[in-house]
Nanobody, 122 residues
C-alpha cells in the first residue's frame, strides 16, 4: 500500500529556515506529480508547490523565492526547503502524490501523508 511519510517539521523563529521531507513507499512506479500542501487552523488547504516527473515546478505566489521543492534519488523522496520563514507560514504541511497524468495545484492528488507541523514564531 502506498504510504507517504513526512518529517522535519518543527518550531523556528521568523526569518529562519527549515527543510521538510517526504518518503514514499509501496508504489513500484514513479509518481507523475508530487506536491506540498499546507493548512492552518480555520483556513482552507492551499497548495504550496508541486513538481512533476520531469522536474517542472509550480509555486504558490506566497512562497516564491523562499521555498524550493525538489525530488530525491529515484523520485521516491520529496523535499521542501523553506527559507525566510514568517509566522504566516505556520501550518500543517502535507505531502501528496498523484499517479495520473497532469500536475497542477488544482488536480486531484491520490495519496496523502499525515502531515508535519511547522510553527514560525516572532
Amino acid at each position: 500500500q502506498v504510504r507517504l511519510v513526512e518529517s522535519g517539521g518543527g518550531s523556528v523563529q521568523a526569518g529562519g529556515s527549515l527543510k521538510i521531507s517526504c518518503a514514499a513507499s509501496g508504489y513500484g512506479y514513479s509518481f507523475s506529480c508530487m506536491g506540498w500542501f499546507r493548512q492552518a487552523p480555520g483556513k482552507e488547504r492551499e497548495a504550496v508547490a508541486v513538481i512533476d516527473s520531469t522536474g517542472t515546478t509550480n509555486y504558490a505566489d506566497s512562497v516564491k523565492g523562499r521555498f524550493t521543492i525538489s525530488q530525491g534519488d529515484a523520485k521516491r523522496t520529496l523535499h521542501l526547503q523553506m527559507n525566510s520563514l514568517q509566522p504566516e507560514d505556520t501550518a500543517m504541511y502535507f505531502c501528496a502524490a498523484r499517479i495520473w497524468p497532469g500536475c497542477s495545484p488544482t488536480h486531484r492528488f491520490d495519496y496523502w501523508g499525515q502531515g508535519t507541523q511547522v510553527t514560525v514564531s516572532l
